[in-house]
T-cell receptor
Framework: QQQVKQSPQSLIVQKGGISIINCAYE??????FPWYQQFPGKGPALLIA?????SEKKEGRFTISFNKSAKQFSLHIMDSQPGDSATYFC???????????FGRGTSLIVHP | DGGITQSPKYLFRKEGQNVTLSCEQN?????MYWYRQDPGQGLRLIYY???????QKGDIAEGYSVSREKKESFPLTVTSAQKNPTAFYLC??????????????FGPGTRLTVT
């Protein structure tokens, strides 16, 4: 079963626009939610992560919003740039476990 | 210059042959992982290892084997029993300390093509 559902599968945004990627989870025991960014032909790299004791975390143009009651979290990329074009994965893990469950990924294309 | 190296970047094999993918890390991380990535399917865990000489199956271990003889190395063998081995394979590592979660660091990947 898919424990972390990610949408959309692909996203096209104009330069300067806002990119929004959503994830929903089922297991209420998850308590760590990282996002990874992967460029073509490369391995994923941690972009930003959040714990459920906060509702939002911002790092530069990247913001995670977290809704514990709805069991949803999302990544917002403000002022999207062509260099942001990549595949983004959300993930979730349980306290004491270091095996994250990944979403299926979102391919983001930012047009110049 | 610490990191994870995977070699080779591209690998081609004939059907029926076993092939071993290399993964080395100099981050002094305890845990290492192998993932398979297919288009639209995200990252699927094949095997992971928390300590030397110990490893556990992930979600899709059938047709794969691993060893962990050294802390720095976690090679993956794709056997002829793997029905659909063509994929992008990613190795990762992370710190393990008192149950606290730490991020996974990924290698650059190996693209395996079997014909």
């Amino acid at each position: 079963q898919q424990q972390v559902k990610q949408s959309p599968q692909s996203l096209i945004v104009q330069k300067g626009g806002i990119s929004i990627i959503n994830c929903a989870y089922e297991n209420t025991a998850f308590d760590y939610f990282p996002w990874y960014q992967q460029f073509p032909g490369k391995g994923p790299a941690l972009l930003i992560a959040i714990r459920p004791d906060v509702s939002e975390k911002k790092e530069g143009r990247f913001t995670i919003s977290f809704n514990k009651s709805a069991k949803q979290f999302s990544l917002h990329i403000m002022d999207s740039q062509p260099g942001d074009s990549a595949t983004y994965f959300c993930a979730a893990s349980i306290g004491g476990s270091y095996i994250p469950t990944f979403g299926r990924g979102t391919s983001l294309i930012v047009h110049p | 210059d610490g990191g994870i190296t995977q070699s080779p970047k591209y690998l081609f094999r004939k059907e029926g042959q076993n092939v071993t993918l290399s993964c080395e890390q100099n981050l002094n991380h305890d845990a290492m992982y192998w993932y398979r990535q297919d288009p639209g399917q995200g990252l699927r865990l094949i095997y992971y290892s928390q300590i030397v000489n110990d490893f556990q199956k992930g979600d899709i271990a059938e047709g794969y084997s691993v060893s962990r003889e050294k802390k720095e190395s976690f090679p993956l063998t794709v056997t002829s029993a793997q029905k659909n081995p063509t994929a992008f394979y990613l190795c990762a590592s992370s710190i393990v300390s008192g149950g606290t979660r730490y991020e996974q660091y990924f290698g650059p990947g190996t693209r395996l093509t079997v014909t």
